[in-house]
């Protein structure tokens, strides 16, 4: 039995990059739909595509707001952004609003797959959580609040497990700064504060804190922990 393929949803204006983008994805077996504006977007939601890769420079409508409307209609399809290179506050907002990755143009194809797989394999794990984390010599278990290091355990504070809880349950995401101090946070703080708090999960969990492997930075955005191979 074949299985179906997963549909991608390509929102973009320029032509040449939608061709690029389908046959790219062609050759990794995804199905490629195209829109050039945000009504045609809008009308290809009605397919339920797996994926929606987003443009935010389109003609017709803000590509926030058009992002804010996919996230209204579908709250669990994963959106990934493309923004060009010195829109980090878009990208920021973009996030924000519920995209769960951006590629800043012009990209490489690979990078584009790369995080085109981190966000279904994100939506899977939400999807069905698993207990137990693993990423290189880390494991987090979520059930028993157990992190480990190879076989040793770690001794976090409770803040600094929360932080890792929620990389872990978000793994391959970015998560900007202000998404991460709303949850850690009951009242506003400052960002100084979660850096810090960074600083000394790195230093407990990461075999070279000053170059991390696993919770990567996102210069002026925010963290990322790395998805499991």
Known sequence: MT??????LVVDDEPPIRKLLRMGLGTQGYQTIDAATAKAALEAMS???DLVILDL????MQGLDLLREIRARREDVPIVVLSSRGDEAGKVEALDLGADDYVTKPFGMEELLARVRAAL?????????????????????????????KDQ??????????LLRIL????????????LLNQLWAVPIDAQYLR???????NKIEP????????????GIGYRLRAPD
């Open 47 to 49: 397919g339920r595509p």
């Open 168 to 179: 872990v349950q978000h793994a391959g995401k970015v998560l900007t700064h202000k998404f």
């Open 121 to 149: 394999r994100h939506q899977l794990q939400a999807q069905g959580e698993r207990p137990v984390f693993k990423l290189g010599d880390l494991s987090v278990d979520l059930v028993r609040r157990v992190v480990k290091i």
């Open 57 to 60: 420079g389109l003609p017709d």
């Open 3 to 8: 299985s179906v393929p997963l549909k991608i």
């Open 196 to 202: 810090v708090y960074v600083r000394q999960l790195r």
């Open 153 to 162: 355990d770690v001794k976090l504070s409770p803040k600094e497990y929360d």
């Open 208 to 219: 070279d804190p000053a170059r991390p492997q696993y919770i990567l930075t996102e210069t």
